[in-house]
């Protein structure tokens, strides 16, 4: 069955340092990979969107990248800010509309 | 940009009766919705497809007689828990897409809080 791997323990940086998140999938290829924000008691927040035929994307002091051959997407948070501490979810999506959602990894930012 | 709008986000009842949770497409206009299940430290679960003016499509193992879906228009999809039990307290989110095509990122609702006890 499909399964998305996201590291469960949280990840712990200081601030302005770079927070890298890991996004490993099996059983599947997807034509699209997302990433989510969610803060607790809330819905998550779309934050970037990648597709199978591109590397990586930027969208400010974020950064994807995408790599169907080894199937893993790597998300990254440049100069972090303790306003990023925060579940960022990894979803993968197909052409249909069916979006299946990792359980998230937990990130904090010390000031 | 595109809102969800869910409601309530907190019920607490009492075991055996319903709960009705609202999701609404507050500026823009949703055929499809889609309603998650969350439990603490876990994935979202994407319970079921809600298609404006047809049945809703359930993944497997959700109870259809236990998860009403209704989306009666194109602003509005509902899910009713029938008789509710604490094994059904839990984290309920909708969602919707603002744009035709499964490439559109989903807009979420802040999830409705289901205690029963």
């Known amino acids: 069955s499909q399964k998305i791997e996201q590291n469960s323990e949280a990840l712990n940086i200081q601030e302005g340092k770079t927070a890298t998140l890991t996004c490993n999938y099996t059983n599947y290829s997807p034509a699209y990979l997302q990433w989510y924000r969610q803060d607790p008691g809330r819905g998550p927040v779309f934050l970037l969107l990648?597709?199978?035929?591109?590397k990586e994307k930027r969208k400010e002091r974020l950064k994807v990248t995408f790599d169907t051959t080894l199937k893993q997407s790597l998300f990254h948070i440049t100069a972090s800010q303790p306003a990023d501490s925060a579940t960022y979810l990894c979803a993968l999506g197909g052409g249909g509309f069916k979006t299946i959602f990792g359980a998230g990894t937990r990130l904090f930012v010390k000031a | 940009g595109a809102v969800v709008s869910q409601h309530p986000s907190r019920v607490i009842c009492k075991s055996g009766t319903s709960v009705k949770i609202e999701c609404r497409s507050l500026d823009f206009q949703a055929t499809t919705m889609f309603w998650y299940r969350q439990f603490p430290k876990q994935s979202l679960m994407l319970m079921a497809t809600?298609?404006?003016?047809?049945?809703?499509?359930?993944e497997q193992g959700v109870e259809k007689d236990k998860f009403l879906i209704n989306h009666a228009s194109l602003t509005l999809s509902t899910l009713t828990v029938a008789s509710a039990h604490p094994e059904d307290s839990s984290f309920y989110i909708c969602?919707?897409?603002?744009?035709?095509?499964?490439?559109?990122?989903?807009?979420f609702g802040n999830g409705t809080r289901l205690t029963v006890t």
């Open positions: 969602s919707a897409r603002d744009m035709a095509g499964g490439y559109s990122p989903l807009h």
């Open positions: 809600s298609n404006e003016g047809s049945k809703a499509t359930y």
């Open positions: 990648i597709r199978e035929n591109e």
